[in-house]
């Protein structure tokens, strides 16, 4: 009997022994390619053969060099479609477009519009699945957040993180990953602007560290880690309202310096200088934005690792 197809969906639905496993397999494959040149595949090359299919329905600078580099270093290869020039883009269903790519390609990543059109790829792919973001999740950029927190500060366990601003689909991941790894995590964001209820409720059943609130400078109070993302993301249609609800939540040094003094922030970018954070806070010596994004790579190599049961 084969094994199971291992889908990367959302990190709420993998063992925490998992995550720790993807997290410990990227600080090696990262170590390992030391002073390497970026095109050159790494020593065991788990997926030379194989070919990652990828999918955009959203625009994408990190997710998709990241994975498209992350195939290469893996020894694989890639394909890359937007949406709207596929046939999904004219209407067929969801089911019709994995039940073809299952039989052409190894695995499929989707930044998609709707989480439900990732659910339903995966129910209907004998391939791997992989949630390159979606309006409910963005489990990949979490992982590389992760990996960046404990390169620099060790590990995650017991560490207090503390996330200002919209509780998007970054925020969620969080809230996911929280019981998972065991940290603790303040959330302060506005009433209307509040995370996702079920994840909360989900994280609280799992005995979870998880506190959300509307006050940032609480949140904010002794973290290890300050985060925040954008007020606007792609989608949305409530500019005015949200940087309107959402500006009493804007990380600048004054709150950065209620944290910790050795404390760092994070942001997965694209960022809106003078919005969400300030200049003098992400262009500053506590910031870790260019290793983060650095780490989208290296995450993603051990995640597609994972999905190929190489780990």
């Known amino acids: 009997m084969s094994a199971p197809v291992r889908h990367f969906l959302d990190l709420w639905k993998l063992d925490g022994s998992?995550?720790?496993?993807?997290?410990?397999?990227a600080k090696r494959r990262k170590a390992a390619r030391l002073g390497w040149p970026k095109g050159r595949p790494d020593a065991d090359a788990v997926a030379e053969g194989r070919v990652l299919a990828m999918i955009f329905e959203k625009n994408s600078t990190r997710t998709?060099?990241?994975?498209?580099a992350a195939m290469r270093q893996l020894g694989g290869d890639v394909i890359i479609s937007n949406a709207v020039d596929m046939q999904l883009g004219r209407g067929e269903p969801i089911e019709d477009t994995a039940r073809v790519l299952s039989r052409m390609v190894d695995a499929v990543m989707i930044r998609a519009n709707n989480h439900q059109d990732v659910e339903r790829l995966a129910l209907s792919s004998t391939i791997p699945v992989i949630n390159g973001l979606s309006d409910r999740s963005h489990p990949c950029q979490i992982l590389a957040d992760l990996l960046t927190i404990e390169e620099h500060r060790g590990p995650v366990a017991g560490k207090t993180l503390a996330y200002v601003g919209d509780g998007n689909n970054v925020c969620a991941s969080f809230i996911h990953a929280a019981p998972k790894l065991g940290f603790r995590l303040n959330i302060a964001s506005p009433a209307i602007y509040h995370p996702d209820l079920h994840d909360l409720a989900r994280a609280a059943q799992e005995q979870g560290m998880v506190h959300a609130g509307d006050d940032p400078r609480e949140a904010v109070q002794g973290a290890d880690v300050v985060i925040t993302d954008t007020w606007v993301s792609m989608g949305d249609t409530d500019h005015d309202e949200r940087l309107d609800a959402?500006?009493?939540?804007?990380?600048?040094?004054?709150?950065?310096?209620?944290?910790?003094?050795d404390a760092v922030f994070l942001h997965c970018l694209p960022a809106h200088r003078g919005e969400e954070v300030t200049d003098e806070v992400i262009d500053g010596p506590k910031s870790l934005i260019w290793d983060e994004a650095e780490n989208r790579l290296h995450a993603q190599k051990s995640i597609l690792a994972w999905c190929f049961g190489a780990i």
Do not use: W
């Open 18 to 25: 998992d995550l720790r496993a993807i997290l410990e397999d």
């Open 64 to 68: 998709r060099f990241s994975f498209d």
């Open 246 to 261: 959402l500006e009493p939540y804007q990380v600048d040094e004054q709150l950065m310096d209620l944290a910790k003094g």
